[in-house]
């Protein structure tokens, strides 16, 4: 049962326009959300976060907007560079205060044309 | 560079046999998380541990364990290999317990033939 689904396996934009990544998740117990970027053959890096508190998260050219009641988040990356194109991962995690244990989707390739 | 490292990069190996990956947190960072990336899948959490206790569980096979020593460190050790266990295992560490930013380290790539 996935928890975290990123439906689209794929994302071609041109350069300098925008690129939006979905990310929609099950389980109503998350309340941190969190997206990472890979590239091949290292590990994921820490892009930005968002808590369950608030809808929007900005952090220069990126921004996640949550929406809780869809159960519907997405990173918008404004302008998208070449740089950017990598694999992206959501994920998201419930907190019990004792752990922090992530559940991620299976990631979007991002492809940006110059 | 996050300032997580992972010892081997790659590892060969045979079904039966035994290995077992390393893992140094950045400096401060007192947990550490081993996930698991197999084709065409998520990353899959495996296990966290928060100064040398374990925190939480995930799809850990019963042939997997881990530990954190007291420096930290921490080594997850896959026995009885099988072909299915050839995968991405990636650790990661975060200064602490819960609703934590996770920063990953590059990953050992293991191939069990």
């Known amino acids: 049962d996935q928890q975290v689904k990123q439906n689209s396996p794929s994302l071609s934009v041109q350069e300098g326009r925008i690129s939006i990544l979905n990310c929609d998740y099950t389980n109503s117990m998350f309340d941190y959300f969190l997206w990472y970027k890979k590239y091949p053959a290292e590990g994921p890096t820490f892009l930005i976060s968002i808590s369950s508190i608030k809808d929007k998260n900005e952090d220069g050219r990126f921004t996640v907007f949550l929406n809780k009641s869809a159960k519907h988040l997405s990173l918008h990356i404004v302008p998208s560079q070449p740089g950017d194109s990598a694999v992206y991962f959501c994920a998201a995690s419930a907190y019990t205060g004792a752990n922090s244990k992530l559940t991620f989707g299976k990631g979007i390739t991002l492809s940006v044309r110059p | 560079d996050s300032g997580v490292t992972q010892t081997p990069k790659h590892l060969i190996t045979a079904t039966g046999q035994r290995v077992t990956l390393r893992c140094s947190p950045r400096?401060?960072?007192?947990?550490v998380y081993w996930y698991q990336q197999s084709l065409d899948q998520g990353l899959q959490f495996l296990i966290q541990y928060y100064n040398g206790e374990e925190r939480a569980k995930g799809n850990i096979l019963e042939r997997f364990s881990a530990q954190q020593f007291p420096d930290l460190h921490s080594e997850l050790n896959l026995s009885s290999l099988e072909l299915g266990d050839s995968a991405l295992y990636f650790c990661a560490s975060s200064v602490g317990v819960a609703r934590e930013t996770q920063y990953f380290g590059p990953g050992t790539r293991l191939l069990v033939l």
């Open positions: 400096s401060g960072d007192l947990s």
